[in-house]
């Protein structure tokens, strides 16, 4: 499964930004999409997560400032990012999930989002 993200960048505090997330070349359905982050120096942690069904979980840091969504159809997700903050400076990763006897988890190439104060 390749993992094509967009929609990093600059903004500052207080601002939004909206990344996307298409995945292609899955044989099987993907079970869950969603974003994760590492800050330099840090853990790569979930953001959030969505299923296809659209049930959803938010990192309780992000809770009520950020919305994920996702269309099947197109096999893609998204993040709307509000009310940011210089805490969440960091590479955004979009993750991917498949399941079927076997656990698949597959990572996009990571994409800057820098929030000045």
């Known amino acids: 499964v390749l993992l094509q993200a967009s929609g990093g960048g600059l903004v500052q505090a207080g601002g939004s930004l909206r990344l996307s997330c298409a995945a292609s070349?899955?044989?099987?359905?993907?079970?869950?999409m969603g974003w994760y982050r590492q800050a330099p120096g840090k853990q790569r942690d979930l953001v959030a997560s969505i299923t296809s069904g659209d049930t959803t979980i938010y990192a309780d840091s992000v809770k009520g400032r950020f919305t994920i969504s996702r269309d099947n159809a197109k096999n893609t997700v998204y993040l709307q990012m509000s009310s940011l903050e210089p805490e969440d400076t960091a590479v955004y990763y979009c993750?991917?999930?498949?399941?079927?006897?076997?656990?698949?988890?597959?990572w996009g190439q990571g994409t800057q989002v820098t929030v000045s104060s």
């Open positions: 993750h991917a999930r498949t399941i079927t006897t076997t656990v698949y988890d597959y």
């Open positions: 070349g899955s044989r099987f359905s993907i079970n869950r």
